[in-house]
């Protein structure tokens, strides 16, 4: 049937994540002996597509944990803009993420941060022995989440579960709440599902906006993309104060809003989440706190701040995966696209 894949996918990453964990734990004394080695000021994250938004909340991440400056760019950024993008490649680490291992940009760009001179280049990835883990220094493989479907699920939030424990380890965080991490995404997804597919059937809506802060900028902007794959849908992300200067004006009767509601600026995104609801919208807000707004699906308020952020997903990815199927649509196989984007005459070098 239309969407098996998916669907399948989507509601058993919490395995995919446990494996994820498994295989952290078995490299973690490797990875403080490679970061001791390198030392770098700097992290860039780079990905394409969904992988750059993983980067977006990556680097969010490091430089709030380990209070190294990190940021994130698309890995086309890297390969044309270079100059633009890292001041300092020697004293700079690049983390190439990447689902299949073979993105041409990505690998183009890597090929470009060597002929910098960038310090070391480590990779976070579904799949081992692709060009991507021979390139690198170092690499993390969320090998149980691999995929047959086209839209990225739960590769992205089992990448995502390394990123929260490489960030933490290397800060010297005790990481073992990530071990909770499987039984309570597991449950989320099992709670949420009877609201997310009655929101994903309501014919009567055209315009999804998803909101967050810090970290969950880049899940947000991930979530929107997965409207947008899976089910054609108009979407749209925004930190959540930036959508009061000027997209709420699109507001209506026919937007549902979705906030990923964080704990630092709770009250702030609350209250932008009442505004538009005054102008007629409806909401969905995801919470690490008691209480809500319209329609809210409460997380598990135990986590500390940095293990949060995937949880938020998994509900979001489903949300889009009710609405391709209502819409007859097929989300296996999204209108236009392919799982892996390769580019004529942008090819690694290593790779020709």
């Known amino acids: 049937m239309k969407g098996d894949y998916t669907f399948a996918e989507i509601t058993t990453q919490a395995e995919a994540w446990a494996d994820a964990l498994h295989f ?28 750059y938004y993983l980067s977006q909340t990556a680097a969010a991440l490091f430089q709030g944990l380990t209070g190294v400056t990190a940021r994130a760019c698309p890995a086309s950024e890297l390969l044309w803009f270079a100059s633009q993008i890292v001041a300092d490649p020697r004293q700079t680490l690049l983390i190439a993420v990447s ?8 690998l183009a760009a890597m090929d ?23 390139e690198t220094d170092l690499a993390l493989i969320a090998e149980a989440a691999q995929e047959r479907s086209i839209a990225q699920t739960r590769s992205f939030t089992s990448m995502l579960v390394l990123i929260q424990a490489l960030a933490a380890w290397i800060a010297g965080i005790d990481t073992s709440c990530l071990s909770e991490l499987p039984r309570h995404g597991q449950g989320l997804l099992e709670k949420s599902a009877p609201l997310v597919e009655e929101l994903g059937q309501r014919a009567d809506w055209n315009q999804f906006v998803f909101l967050g802060s810090g970290p969950q900028y880049g899940v947000a902007n991930e979530a929107m993309l997965k409207m947008k794959e899976m089910s054609l849908s108009h979407s749209e992300a925004f930190h959540f104060l930036e959508y009061r200067h000027g997209p709420k004006s699109m507001a209506s009767q026919q937007t549902l809003v979705m906030g990923l509601l964080s704990r630092e600026a709770y009250a702030h995104e ?3 989440l009442s505004e538009v609801r005054g102008l007629g ?15 809210t699906l409460h997380l598990p308020s135990h986590f500390p701040s940095w293990a949060m952020p995937v949880l938020y997903l998994p509900p979001l990815q489903l949300l889009a995966y009710y609405r391709a ?18 580019l004529e005459g942008l090819v690694s070098t290593k790779n020709k």
């Open 281 to 295: 919208a409806h909401i969905l807000a995801l919470s690490p706190n008691e209480g809500g707004l319209g329609f």
């Open 24 to 51: 952290f734990e078995s490299v973690r004394t490797k990875l403080l002996h490679a970061w001791a080695e390198i030392s770098p000021r700097q992290i860039l994250f780079i990905g394409c597509g969904s992988t």
């Open 325 to 342: 199927v209502s819409k007859g649509l097929d989300p296996d196989h999204p209108r236009h696209l392919d799982p892996v984007v390769f």
């Open 99 to 106: 689902r299949s291992g073979t993105t041409t940009e990505t």
């Open 112 to 134: 470009k941060f060597r002929e910098l001179e960038g310090r070391a280049i480590w990779g976070i990835t579904c799949y081992p022995g692709t060009p991507l883990v021979q």
């Open 270 to 272: 609350q209250q932008v």
